[in-house]
């Protein structure tokens, strides 16, 4: 399920739509299928429509919720970017019936913005032939299947006290983990939904829904008894657009200041983002560290001490 909200054309953010579904049809695990609905009102049909057929693989299916459902959805991260979501999944039935998306038959079901990528062997997790041929679990002995994952949050969660010389280098060196295993026990405020297959046939028979509970609802549901298995290998299988790693993959680059700064948000940008945010002083920015390092850009180190 690929929940799309505010939509853009290709390369003017992080990553989006088009990247998703292309990293979907590289999966080694041929037997996903994707169903694509506008989150919101915010959502272009028409971007999207354009970025389901450049996909050219009829395995992506867009569905549209009724005009009644869709202005319920919010393009904000509370309970109303849920309402549509919701709705698909109670009508994965009916889409089948419809011949709109064979969805229902699946085994595991995983709910992912738009901005989310996937490793080629992310949905190897579930995939029984493939693990028992190589000694793992098959698939069916999880309830919830938990996938290694890197957010915005992710990476903020590591911003603990930082003196100024460390900023950058320990993202560059790797000195900080900023991909982390989704658990029943992972922090509310990094807990990724898209990180997370769940048993749908359960799911749905026992009616439950994000809406105001969101990534709680699966803490919910493993306190209730539902097994969860942890995340194999060490490798990232889920990347938001907007964390590290997908930054400085698209041309972009971190700003790494305190995430307890109230004048400057930490996070990825374009020149003309923070140029647009902030003030073009460059005497607020470590100039010379960016020349050495154009991935990162960090404070001067009195700005930093100020």
């Not at 590289?26 to 389901?52: F, L, Y």
């Not at 109670?90 to 889409?95: A, G, S, W, Y």
């Not at 919830?144 to 915005?152: A, P, Q, S, Y």
């Amino acid at each position: 399920m690929v929940r799309t909200f505010k939509s853009d054309w290709e390369f003017s953010e992080a990553f989006g739509l088009s990247d998703l579904l292309r990293s979907l049809t590289a999966q080694k695990n041929p037997r996903w299928r994707a169903v694509v609905v506008r989150g919101a009102e915010s959502a272009n049909e028409r971007i999207m429509r354009t970025h389901v057929l450049d996909a050219y693989d009829p395995r992506v299916t867009m569905i549209d919720a009724p005009a009644e459902v869709i202005k319920q959805g919010l393009d904000v991260r509370n309970g109303s970017e849920w309402a549509v979501t919701d709705w698909a999944i109670q009508n994965l039935t009916e889409f089948a019936a419809q011949g709109l998306s064979d969805c229902g038959m699946a085994r595991y079901l995983v709910v992912a913005r738009s901005n989310a990528t996937y490793a080629p062997d992310a949905f190897d997790a579930v995939d029984g032939s493939w693990s028992s041929a190589r000694g793992g679990r098959p698939a069916g002995d999880g309830d919830m299947v938990g996938l290694n994952f890197e957010t915005k949050d992710t990476v903020k969660a590591e911003d603990t006290t930082v003196p100024w010389y460390e900023r950058c280098d320990r993202l560059r060196e790797e000195r900080v983990k900023v991909c982390v295993p989704a658990t029943s026990v992972t922090s509310l405020s990094v807990l990724e939904p898209a990180a997370v297959l769940i048993d749908l046939r359960k799911f749905m028979v026992g009616g439950h829904r994000f809406a105001d509970k969101g990534a709680g609802l699966l803490q919910d549901l493993a306190a209730e008894g539902w097994s969860w298995k942890k995340p194999e290998g060490s490798n990232c299988q889920m990347v938001e657009a907007g964390s590290y790693h997908s930054c400085i993959q698209s041309g972009r680059f971190w700003f790494d200041v305190p995430a307890t700064s109230k004048k400057y948000e930490a996070g990825c940008y374009s020149l003309n983002d923070i140029t647009g945010r902030y003030s073009q002083d460059t005497s607020q920015w470590d100039m010379a560290g960016w020349k050495a390092n154009p991935y990162c850009l960090r404070l001067s180190e009195k700005a930093y001490a100020d």
